[in-house]
């Protein structure tokens, strides 16, 4: 996969370099382009923003240094990449866009500061490209640079190759397979004892079936008490006896 983010932050999106997709970059899984939107300016002080019409607090990214770093970046390419957005107003981000987009083979990002960007340059390129414009919560950050880094994380480790092995997706909140929809329950580790805490017995009784409806407990508990909205999505079909109990 291919992935560029134009960005008046460049250094902001180091921790590509690092750890996971760092690793994928070395290992020519992903190709990785951080591109400085001023490059694309042509005034002495590398304008990129300007004042809203219509009034109002803040200023709006200026839509020609984007026409023109992405009319650059993208060429004459067949097929085009699928733009990434990133804005508050977007489509939420989750486990399903972030499969959605690890399949493309190329994504741009536009990750914008100030009030977000000329709209007319979303308009544009939606004619000739598919657009995505997301959020990565509710709340409101400074610019899009953090969320770039969040959805390129969460997509590299989809690819083909990045992680370990093919079962490390299986059991990820938010994943199918047997804990669909559920989120994870507590992890231990050696040492069997630390500070005077314990390993909860069933994970040391070598009953695997014991072990499976534990954590499957653990994991219907927590979601219960974290993410109630979630319960109320889980397929009824999906419950048996002992889950309703719980
Ligand atoms: Cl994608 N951008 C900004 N500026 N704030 C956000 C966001 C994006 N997602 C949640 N908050």
Do not use: C
């Amino acid at each position: 996969m291919r992935i560029d983010v134009v960005t008046i932050f460049p250094e902001y999106l180091e921790p590509l370099n690092v750890s996971l997709v760092g690793k994928a970059r070395a290992r020519g899984l992903l190709d990785v382009r951080v591109h400085d939107l001023r490059a694309w300016t042509h005034d002495r002080h590398h304008t990129v923003d300007d004042t809203p019409y219509g009034g109002g607090p803040g200023m709006v990214m200026k839509p020609e240094p984007w026409g023109e770093a992405l009319d650059e970046i993208i060429g004459t390419a067949t097929p085009p990449p699928a733009l990434v957005v990133p804005t508050p107003s977007g489509r939420p981000f989750d486990q399903e866009l972030a499969v959605e987009l690890s399949r493309a083979p190329w994504l741009v990002f536009t990750p914008a500061r100030y009030e977000g960007i000329d709209r007319r340059v979303v308009d544009e390129y939606a004619e000739r490209l598919t657009v995505h414009e997301v959020s990565i919560g509710d709340y409101v950050l400074a610019g899009g640079e953090a969320p770039v880094l969040v959805m390129v994380e969460a997509v590299a480790r989809l690819l083909p190759g990045v992680l370990g092995n093919a079962e490390s997706h299986r059991d990820d909140s938010f994943a199918g397979g047997p804990m669909a929809g559920l989120l994870e329950g507590p992890v231990y580790t050696k040492p069997p004892q630390w500070r005077d805490r314990g390993i909860p017995d069933v994970l040391l009784s070598g009953h695997h079936g014991r072990i499976a409806r534990w954590r499957r407990d653990q994991a219907l508990a927590r979601t219960a008490a974290n993410r109630p909205d979630l319960i109320a999505r889980i397929d009824p079909a999906a419950l048996d006896a002992h889950d309703r109990a719980e």
